[in-house]
C-alpha cells in the first residue's frame, strides 16, 4: 500500500516552454502534498506545499508564479514549470501525506527528470 | 524542526551490520526521529521512525539514546541493494496537517563484496 506515482517519469522540453507533472496518491487520500526539486550530487529542496482544494504555500526563494501548483483533489497534484529554462532542469519528487496502513505518513514519488534544452 | 547532523559518507562489508549514527542535540520532546533513504535517480523510501523507544521492522532496528540526543539506524544484514543516501530526520508529530520533512545533506552508505 501507500503508493505515489508521478508521470512522466522523464520530460525533455525546449527553453520557453510549459511542462506539467502530474503526482497521484494510488491507494490512499492524500490530505497534504508536497513538490520537492533535487539538482545532481545534492538533496531534496522543499519547493512547496498544498493542502487539498487550498492554496499553495511556497518555500522562500521560489517563484510561485514560474511553478504552479495545483491539488485539485484527494489523490492529484499537479506541477507546471512555465516558460521553463535550462537552469529548471532538475529532479522533481513530489510526496503525499494521508492516512494510510492506520498512520499518517508520508510518502514519495518516483521523481521525474527534467530536462530544457 | 531540529537540526541533525550525520557523517557524509560509510562504508559496509556485505552481509554485515551497517550502523548508521545521526546527532539531534536540539531535539524537543514532540519531535520523532525519521530515516528515509534515497536510491539514486528514485523518490526517497521510508525507512522507520520513533520518538523515544528502540523501533525495529522488517528493514531495519533504530536506536535512541535516553537522552533522546543521537540515534543509530542498524540495517542488520547490508545487502549491494543497501547502498543508498541516508537522511535522518526530526520532525514534530504528524496530524492531519502536519509539518513538513526537511531534508539534510544524509550519509552515503556504500555496500561492498
Known amino acids: 500500500g501507500a503508493v505515489v506515482s508521478q508521470h512522466p517519469s522523464w520530460v525533455i522540453c525546449k527553453s520557453g516552454t510549459s511542462v506539467k507533472i502530474e503526482c497521484r496518491s494510488l491507494?490512499?487520500?492524500?490530505?497534504?502534498m508536497f513538490w520537492y526539486r533535487q539538482f545532481p550530487k545534492q538533496s531534496l529542496m522543499l519547493m512547496a506545499t498544498?493542502?487539498?482544494?487550498?492554496?499553495?504555500?511556497?518555500e522562500q526563494g521560489v517563484e510561485k508564479d514560474k511553478f504552479l501548483i495545483n491539488h485539485a483533489s484527494l489523490t492529484l497534484s499537479t506541477l507546471t514549470v512555465t516558460s521553463a529554462h535550462p537552469e529548471d532542469s532538475s529532479f522533481y519528487i513530489c510526496?503525499?501525506?494521508?492516512?494510510?496502513?492506520?498512520?499518517?505518513?508520508?510518502?514519495f514519488g518516483p521523481g521525474t527528470r527534467l530536462t530544457v534544452t | 524542526d531540529a537540526k541533525t547532523t550525520q557523517p557524509p559518507s560509510m562504508d559496509c562489508a556485505e552481509g554485515r551490520a551497517a550502523n548508521l549514527p545521526c546527532n539531534h542535540s536540539?531535539?524537543?520532546?514532540?519531535?520523532?526521529v525519521y530515516w528515509y533513504r534515497q536510491i539514486h535517480s528514485q523518490g526517497p523510501q521510508y525507512i522507520i521512525h520513533?520518538?523515544?523507544n528502540n523501533e525495529t521492522n522488517e528493514m531495519a532496528s533504530l536506536i535512541i539514546t535516553e537522552d533522546r540526543k543521537s540515534s543509530t539506524l542498524i540495517l542488520p544484514h547490508a545487502t549491494l541493494r543497501d547502498t543508498a543516501v541516508y537522511y535522518c530526520?526530526?520532525?514534530?508529530?504528524?496530524?492531519?496537517?502536519?509539518?513538513?520533512?526537511?531534508f539534510g545533506a544524509g550519509t552515503i552508505l556504500r555496500v561492498k563484496s
Open positions: 510526496s503525499a501525506r494521508g492516512l494510510a496502513g492506520g498512520a499518517y505518513e508520508q510518502y
Open positions: 491507494d490512499f487520500q492524500a490530505t497534504t
Open positions: 498544498s493542502n487539498e482544494g487550498s492554496k499553495a504555500t511556497y
Open positions: 536540539t531535539i524537543s520532546g514532540n519531535e520523532y
Open positions: 520513533g520518538l523515544k
Open positions: 530526520i526530526v520532525r514534530a508529530d504528524t496530524t492531519l496537517y502536519g509539518n513538513k520533512l526537511v
